[in-house]
């Protein structure tokens, strides 16, 4: 593994279904993030971690849930899919949280709710 | 609240040199970034600024004034593979990531 992995790239989820969504970083960064990127929007903050065993909401968090158990992995849990989370997600991870806060980005997962 | 405004859409000519503009409004500020995103895939680091003035890179060049709270990305000679969306996000006082809507670059031969 070289960066940061998410799995899977894309996914047809049906209506009221859970889903968890994979991110792995190999780069031993303490921050990670999961992004929602809709058109016209940018990219909005759903979850966070500065560092492992810690989780903090973003500004999109309702409907979503994270753990970070260890440096490596973020996963990111839709409890009960809903038609609006139907996105492009994105995972990122970045050194720490400093003024320099540069965040390299997963290959993102393309998630559609039916 | 927080807010980057940025140009939804911009085109230019191959060959040429467009400047993409960025002002923010932001509880605090600990640095600004520039991000391009190609179409299909993520965001990948282009420049950062802390300090007022140009940080040039190559064909690409960015701009800061904290006093007025503006930035601009600056790509010269264009080339076709620099079609893409500009993403302009500023750190903020809580060391958060506040991301732009991003200005999509259609380059034209």
């Known amino acids: 593994i070289a960066g940061i992995t998410q799995a899977p790239t894309s996914q047809i989820l049906a209506a009221g279904r859970r889903m968890t969504l994979r991110c792995t970083q190999d780069?031993?960064?303490?921050?990670m993030y999961w992004y929602r990127q809709d058109l016209g929007l940018g990219l909005r903050l759903i979850h966070y971690?500065?560092?492992?065993?810690?989780?903090g909401k973003g500004e999109v968090p309702d409907g979503y849930s994270v753990s970070r158990a260890n440096t490596d992995d973020f996963p990111l849990t839709l409890a009960s899919a809903v038609p609006s989370q139907t996105s492009v997600y994105f995972c990122?991870?970045?050194?720490?949280?400093?003024?320099?806060?540069?965040?390299?980005f997963g290959p993102g997962t393309r998630l559609t709710v039916l | 609240g927080q807010n980057i405004d940025q140009p939804t859409e911009m085109t230019a000519t191959e060959g040429a040199i467009v400047q993409i503009n960025c002002t923010y409004q932001?509880?605090?500020?600990?640095?600004l970034f520039w991000y391009q995103q190609h179409a299909g895939e993520a965001p990948t680091f282009l420049s950062y600024n802390v300090l007022d003035g140009l940080e040039e890179k190559g064909r690409f060049s960015s701009f800061l004034s904290r006093s007025k709270g503006y930035s601009y990305l600056l790509l010269k000679e264009l080339q076709m593979k620099d079609s893409a969306s500009y993403l302009c996000?500023?750190?903020?006082?809580?060391?958060?990531?506040?991301w732009g809507a991003g200005t999509k670059l259609i380059i034209k031969p």
């Open positions: 996000a500023v750190i903020d006082s809580n060391y958060q990531l506040i």
């Open positions: 932001t509880s605090g500020f600990n640095g």
């Open positions: 780069m031993r960064h303490n921050a």
């Open positions: 971690s500065n560092t492992a065993g810690t989780t």
């Open positions: 990122a991870s970045s050194m720490g949280v400093s003024s320099y806060n540069e965040q390299f």
